[in-house]
């Protein structure tokens, strides 16, 4: 029975007494009115000597529904966490605290087995995340004949962050006075992840100057085919005109020639499944694992796509879905780093997701799009170019199991990627400049507008997860921020309430922003608690003790534990460069978002299967909730 069908009935039944009901069953009926007319409870607590408004205030929180649990749910949820936090829980916690003495950072090894390279379905699609370039909207509009001369500009700027990384000369980032953790940037270049029967692994080939010799040549895809050739000449980067010269001679060798074998689209399978196919080609000739090492030690991928997306500054949506499902046969789906030129001009980047945060490909895509802008995306230096060796082609052998391996592996990859929904769109009436001058959090503000589209759109509200970034901690990657709080809940019903005044709501609204900060604010210096949950629950497996009930309690996924997040986001931070990646779940969607001064630049995915989910929807429902939102902060004095 609904909140507000207790109600009605309870009050029915009060019109029927004879005799005054007891305080007990006024409080009843008073708890059951405020949470069915104004939701859960919004106001401060009454302190101790007011009895009566503190009686009241007790019997409205008491009926207060947590955002995913019934109040019977959530009564069984209390008490597994009680048993939890006095029992198990506690040895579990000792034992992690016996850990974290003999491990600079308890979390590092497990974080990355458990979130990684242990999984076992396909990586590249429901790991790997990727990108549209921004240079579109400057110097390089979508224009035909010019995609290799793009590409050895793009690919020059693109060894000059490799060159300031290897030297130790970028600059360290700061949040604030307080500097933060760098080592995921040696993870961009020269890395790749292998596949394992049980677990993957990752091979990091790149050093600092300091440390020694890195290796420093590029890997061309090109119509199913492989080539490489050094980046390096007698110690100088080669330059625009020398790399269009290498990049012309791999076009010229594919053109009018048969496709290659596609060997790449094996990264898209099943894990355990590449795993045997690699060992297998590796059987069949040894020459084959010299050509996967070339591969997989290599600076980056850089693949030359036949596909013409044609996005545009406004809509984004062509190039997002294209860097997600495009061509498997020309991106190595294991490498950090696959730089992807499409044939009109324009540019997109899929990595694989486990050596690093999507923060370091937009730090280093930004830096190139800044160098493109500065230089209108031309090449201004010597046309000289130097003798070198051309090319060289990366020839698999191959027999017919190989090549039915590989037909499999292409047949499963374009099944899952024609069910990806993807929208990527610019909102331009405004940015992070209205919502700062309204003294609020740009990001806070996005968050709450989603939760808003959801809530709009499915009628309840959904679990989510934001990424919070731990890197003022050594080797510090992300703790999950939960945005979906009874706070951002309440407002949601109080905005969707055609009875609820304006006032009402930007009370509502203060205090759903108020909560979102403090607990992102709490994650990021390490005061979550998914990250927590994760480390006793890995003791627990580790040692081979029963699984607690905490973890297998139906609210415990119903809440997002497990990696169950309904609602997937990440802010790609307030530059031009965004992302895009797949839905953490089935009934899911994927939501990834850049906020510039004057726009806000999102890109949302679902699975066309679900019967549940549509991304144009909620993108149009986000819309609707931003407009709303300034609307009430330019009203109040919030």
């Avoid at 604030?176 to 953790?181: N, P, R, S």
């Avoid at 689209?265 to 059987?283: D, F, N, P, Q």
């Amino acid at each position: 029975m609904s909140l507000q069908a207790e109600f009605e009935r309870v009050a029915d039944d009060v019109k029927k007494v004879k005799s005054r009901p007891s305080d007990q069953e006024l409080l009843d009926v008073y708890g059951l009115y405020k949470q069915a007319i104004f939701g859960d409870i919004n106001i401060d607590k009454p302190g101790m000597l007011d009895m009566k408004g503190k009686a009241k205030w007790e019997a409205w929180d008491s009926r207060k529904v947590r955002p995913f649990a019934t109040e019977e749910e959530y009564q069984v949820t209390a008490a597994i966490l009680k048993r939890f936090g006095e029992g198990i829980g506690k040895d579990l916690h000792q034992k992690l605290l016996q850990r974290a003495r003999t491990h600079r950072n308890w979390l590092e090894e497990w974080w990355l087995d458990a979130a990684y390279l242990e999984l076992r379905y396909p990586s590249q699609l429901n790991v790997n995340f990727g990108g549209p370039a921004p240079y579109l909207e400057h110097c390089w509009p979508p224009t035909e004949g010019v995609q290799l001369q793009r590409t050895s500009v793009s690919m020059w700027h693109t060894l000059q962050y490799w060159d300031l990384l290897r030297t130790e000369r970028l600059d360290p980032h700061k949040n604030g006075i307080v500097a933060l953790d760098m080592d995921q940037f040696r993870m961009l270049f020269c890395t790749c992840k292998v596949p394992g029967v049980t677990k993957d692994t990752i091979i990091n080939y790149f050093k600092t100057e300091s440390e020694g010799p890195c290796p420093s040549h590029v890997v061309v895809m090109c119509k199913g085919r492989f080539f490489s050739f050094d980046a390096v000449c007698d110690g100088h980067i080669l330059t625009p005109p020398e790399l269009l010269r290498q990049l012309t001679n791999v076009k010229q060798c594919c053109e009018g020639e048969p496709v290659g074998d596609g060997v790449a689209a094996l990264t898209s399978e099943e894990r355990t499944r590449w795993a045997k196919a690699r060992e297998y080609l590796i059987g069949i000739d040894p020459a084959n694992k010299t050509l996967l090492e070339t591969i997989q030690s290599s600076l980056f991928v850089v693949s030359l796509d036949d596909a013409k997306p044609y996005a545009t500054a406004e809509n984004y949506t062509p190039v997002s879905l294209e860097v997600l499902i495009g061509d498997p046969t020309i991106r190595w789906g294991d490498k950090s780093y696959n730089s992807i030129s499409f044939a009109d001009g324009t540019f997109g980047s899929n990595c694989d997701h486990a050596p690093f945060e999507g923060m370091v490909l937009v730090t280093q895509c930004y830096y190139v799009d800044q160098q493109l802008k500065a230089t209108e995306g031309k090449w201004k230096g010597s046309e000289t170019v130097r003798p070198m060796p051309l090319p060289e082609e990366l020839v698999f052998t191959v027999d017919d199991r190989v090549r039915s391996d590989i037909a499999h592996a292409k047949q499963q990859y374009f099944e899952t990627t024609q069910d990806l929904q993807v929208v990527c769109y610019a909102f331009t009436s405004f940015g992070k400049a209205a919502i700062k001058q309204r003294k609020l959090h740009p990001d806070t503000f996005i968050q709450l507008a989603l939760q808003l589209a959801y809530y709009r759109q499915h009628g309840r509200s959904g679990s989510c997860y934001e990424t919070a970034m731990t890197r003022r901690f050594y080797h510090g990657r992300t703790e999950t921020m939960r945005p979906c709080t009874l706070e951002a809940q309440n407002w949601c019903r109080i905005m969707l309430n055609p009875a609820a005044s304006a006032e009402a709501k930007r009370k509502a609204l203060l205090l759903a922003f108020n909560k979102h900060n403090k607990l992102m604010a709490e994650a990021q210096n390490g005061k979550g608690f998914d990250r927590h949950l994760l480390g006793l629950y890995l003791i627990a497996k580790e040692e081979g003790l029963p699984m607690p009930d905490l973890f297998i309690d139906p609210l415990y996924s119903k809440s997002g534990g497990g990696g169950n997040f309904t609602l997937s986001t990440s802010l790609a931070g307030y530059t031009t460069v965004h992302g895009v990646g797949a839905p953490m779940v089935h009934n899911g969607y994927g939501f990834f978002y850049c906020i510039r001064d004057d726009r806000i630049v999102a890109s949302c995915s679902a699975w066309k299967s679900s019967p549940e989910t549509d991304a144009e929807t909620l993108f149009q429902n986000l819309v609707t909730s931003l407009h709303e939102m300034l609307h009430l902060a330019t009203t109040a004095q919030l």
